[in-house]
């Protein structure tokens, strides 16, 4: 992950795919249960019929109307705002980068909303900061407030000199995931600091409420995920490498505390695991690392043993998964692949069973990040190397 005259989607694209991935999925089996074909409604490239802001999209969020649309680029270095028509058509409302982001918008690589304004707290791997944003009411992005050690981005990618904790004070250099709750609390993975930073916020102004670092917890070693559960009660991070799950407990009135670390009673060990996250409505934990994906769940103590392997067949593992995405209710997830410039559909039939449905036909699109539920059966998926927003029906035959 070096910085190399400003041409950084090589970096932030391939953060997934530099780890030699090789095995991928190819002639994939499809389920014998009738599906209503997948529609594309929309196609959205960056800098044409009014679109701007894909420049190497990272992250796409709805907000809780589903008439607002948030992208991060990593290369416009921007947090982009669209309205969403009812015909689920794209109008861009205004994009936010440079000076009036205050320069910690560089190599924006993940977002989430926090509180109960659901403010926009975005992390920017290169500007090692997070910072928050709000939409007001003249549908213009606004900056609140934000966190950074400004140290200079040669120094942390160039020089190679440790940098110690007393320049790093706020162990936010090359964060890389943020997850939020509507407590207003959030929770960021650093890669580069190896830590999971908790954060506050209060009248839109973010402060460090906690850090943990990879001294205190060798799980943290290159932070690249992190996960909230919707009780809010746990938060895990993946720790690429350190090729293991930090699942911590959550207390309003205590410390994080460190639960656990996973695998735990698995007969294989996990290999670079790039993406943690819980699912709607459970406790149930997913790990993608670079060879499958794997579901745990909580046994009546709270500990968390491996349930099952998510596959595509019996013989054919999710092999090189970047992130998962869930629908409204749960019961629709899609797996992507950054690396394969893959989306593959499942549906969940009952407990930890499920059911692969097809794979989407993407269309050429190349490098899928991110993908955010308009409703339960329509789906925006961005593609990074494509620079584009794809807008789909009926993604799991509703």
Known sequence: MLLANRKRKPCLVGLFVAFGMSSLIAGCATSDEPVEDTALLHRYVDN??????????????FDDTD??????????DA????????????????????ERARGTLIG???????????????VSFYSGAVAQFRLDRSDKLILQSDLSDQIDIQRVFKQGKPISTQEDKLALLGPYAIVGDAAGISYVA???SQALVQLTSSQGQLS?????RVEQVNALGGAVSVAQSDNGLKVAVAGMQANQIALFEVS???PLKLQQTLPVGYPKALIEPVFVTFSPGTERLFVADKRSVFIYSPDPQGHYIPSTELKVSDNQKLT?????????????????????????????????????LSQLDVGGAQAPTSAAFISQDKVAISFARSDAIYIYANVCGQ
């Open 252 to 254: 309003d009135t205590q």
């Open 208 to 212: 460090t409420r906690q850090t943990i």
């Open 67 to 76: 008439r607002i649309l948030y992208a991060v680029s990593a290369d416009d």
């Open 48 to 61: 044409q019929n009014g679109i701007d802001g894909l420049d190497n999209v990272r992250r796409l969020l």
């Open 108 to 122: 924006a690589s993940d977002m989430t909303f926090s509180g109960a304004d659901r403010d926009i707290q975005v």
């Open 320 to 356: 090189a998964v970047s992130r998962l995405a869930f629908g409204p209710a749960g019961h629709c997830m899609l797996a992507l692949s950054e690396s394969a410039d893959q989306v593959y559909i499942f549906k969940r039939k009952s407990g930890t069973h499920w059911q692969y």
């Open 190 to 192: 650093a890669n580069v």
């Open 79 to 98: 947090l982009t705002a669209y309205r969403v028509a009812d015909d689920n058509a794209l109008t861009m409302l205004d994009m936010i980068s440079g």
